[in-house]
């Protein structure tokens, strides 16, 4: 039985028990719900349905408590049920009830913890969106992570998920990305404003051995072949470093096109014509305060030219266009007064702005012997993807990123993440994983096999019910996951299964020893490892990192 089945029959049993005492069944929640006590010694798991249901029942919550718990103590696979507190309700499973988990993971597999809560959303994840100016730098590099997760827990959950780059190939950002490579391929100084880092003098020359007599041109055609394959050479790299750290997008959106397309101007005249720009100052502006921003910002500036805002615009549209119903945008800590710019965007062109979802990701620091690591060679301004990469690898970089709530600034401890110890988390959780893969070889070479009918009821050590109520809790930590955005529950999850599996490991001994013969009790066992080994690698998956099977 697990939680969302117990909670379940709290529930109807909650129901029946007011309908046998003529009380108001309108009193009981909806969300009826089941957690663990943080004291095992409380029960296996705790409920406050009395407590939420008294009031407008009419009836003290010990006194309805009571009933309650009489009424659970007689159903199937409820060991006890005993009131504690208020009108808290403690649980005790029976063992063959709770062990029911194990069977669920062995029967769904990888599916296991996978749901279909979100199958009719049509969600466009966009993330990273860096400028191809320069490397990604470490708060790339946690958008990467974080969002690659974020894009495989809503998938889980059922939602038609599409990742998206958007590469900000127009404006003055590409002008003194070619300003600085022209500057370079002549040897000259890096101009004011324009970008440093030895991959500027890297790309100049490649533009140059590709094209000889490049700086001959006249200066428009040789600026303009400088942006070309500048930017197109910026591009690949950023592809290279994200695909080298995993993740990779279904559509790489380029903002030139909305420009050249005209699809700029067709939304910002759709936009006028529907009343929600207005004219002021000699610029068109959008009505941004009207979603919490704290000043309107203009669309089209008094010189006429668009302000950036205007491609946003068109490019929402567009995402609406292709039907997406959801737009996740995750950006950077600089950028809180896009939520309310997006949203008055979503506003403007009559969709509820809850269409837009923007989530603002914290700065990264690195630090290594206790001092910060700020410096690239190669980039010039910060600390690279790739830097970070080469220094940890890939497992660890990504796990490291994902286990923080994006809300905080993160502090990354260069020296603790590569240490093999179980104070490093990434170690801790993947170690697990490959102890479980020794055990499954070691019980092969013994001839113990996972039992065609199981007797999870033999299950009855505490370490095997902590670690059989912890695999129950999977599927719900990923349905929380994706509710709340927060792929970062998964990573703590795997910690606390982590705990579970090596205080069992050290409490009940699975594989006979010497000439000990083989008993239900170890197949059984057997049964839950493999069990919490599934549970494991399906929630690595989720986060994009390896289940290793030897470390």
């Known amino acids: 039985m697990n939680p969302a089945l117990l909670a379940d029959l709290v529930r109807s049993t909650a129901s029946e028990v007011l309908k046998d005492r003529g009380l108001d069944l309108a009193a009981l929640p909806d969300d009826v719900g ?8 409380h029960g296996d798991y705790a409920t406050n349905v009395a407590l939420r249901t008294a009031k407008k029942a009419g009836v003290p919550p010990r006194e309805l408590a009571g009933w309650l718990a009489e009424a659970l103590a007689a159903r199937d696979g409820i060991a006890s ?44 994840l966009e993330f990273v969106s860096a400028n191809p100016t320069g490397p990604l730098h470490l708060g790339h590099t946690r958008w990467a992570a974080v969002g690659d ?17 958007y590469f900000n190939d127009a404006g003055g950002q590409i002008d003194r990305f070619v300003d600085s490579l022209i500057a370079a391929a002549k040897g000259e100084p890096t101009p004011e404003n324009g970008y440093g880092g030895a991959y500027i003098g890297e790309i100049a020359a490649q533009i140059t051995t ?14 303009e072949e400088f942006r070309r394959i500048g930017v197109n050479l910026m591009f690949d790299e950023i592809k290279r470093a994200l695909h080298a750290f995993g993740t990779d997008f279904d559509v790489w959106f380029h903002e030139k096109s909305l420009h050249d397309s005209g699809a700029v101007g067709a939304a910002v005249q759709r936009l006028k014509d529907s009343g929600n720009l207005y004219f002021s100052e000699g610029a068109w502006w959008l009505r941004s305060t009207d979603q919490g921003d704290d000043k309107d910002r203009p669309v089209i500036k008094s010189d006429g030219q668009p302000a950036y805002i205007a491609g946003d615009l068109a490019y929402y549209l567009d995402k609406r266009k292709r039907g997406f119903d959801l737009c996740i945008y995750m950006l950077g800590a600089d950028h809180h007064g896009y939520i309310a710019r997006l949203r008055a965007a979503a506003a403007a062109f009559g969709d509820d702005p809850n269409t837009v979802e923007v ?6 620091n690195l630090f290594r012997n206790g001092q910060p690591v700020r410096m690239s060679k190669r980039a010039g301004t910060a600390v690279s993807m790739d830097d970070l990469v080469d220094a940890v690898g890939v497992d660890a970089a990504r796990y490291t990123l994902i286990r923080s709530s994006v809300d905080s600034t993160l502090d990354i401890d260069l020296d603790l993440i590569v240490r093999r110890s179980n104070d490093n988390p990434v170690f801790y959780v993947q170690y697990a994983h490959a102890r479980l893969a020794s055990l499954a070889r070691n019980a092969a070479d013994l001839g113990v096999t996972v039992p065609e009918e199981p007797d999870f009821g033999l299950l009855d050590h505490p370490r095997e019910g902590d670690l059989i109520r912890t695999i129950g809790e999977f599927p719900a930590v990923v349905a929380s ?4 955005r927060e792929p970062h529950r998964v990573a703590r999850y795997l910690e606390q299964l982590a705990s579970a599996y090596h205080k069992f490991y050290d409490a ?3 594989l006979p020893l010497g000439d000990e013969e083989i008993s239900d009790l170890h197949r059984n066992r057997l049964a839950l490892c493999v069990a919490a080994r599934q549970v494991f690698a399906n929630g690595l998956s989720l986060l994009g990192v390896s289940a290793p099977e030897r470390m």
């Open 149 to 165: 997760a974020l894009g495989r827990v809503l998938a889980a959950r059922g939602g038609k998920v599409t990742r998206e780059y």
């Open 34 to 41: 089941v957690e663990r006590p943080r004291n095992p010694e």
């Open 481 to 484: 996951a994706a509710e709340l």
């Open 508 to 510: 009940c001994r699975v």
């Open 210 to 223: 590709a094209e000889p007599g490049i700086l001959d041109l006249p200066d428009t055609q040789r600026r």
């Open 359 to 364: 989530l603002i990701g914290q700065l990264v």
């Open 81 to 124: 049920a005993e009131i504690a507190g208020p009108g808290f309700i403690n649980l005790r499973l029976a063992a063959d009830a709770q062990g029911a988990i194990v069977g669920d993971v062995l029967q769904a597999g990888d599916a296991y913890g996978t749901g279909d809560e979100l199958s009719d959303r049509n969600i466009n």
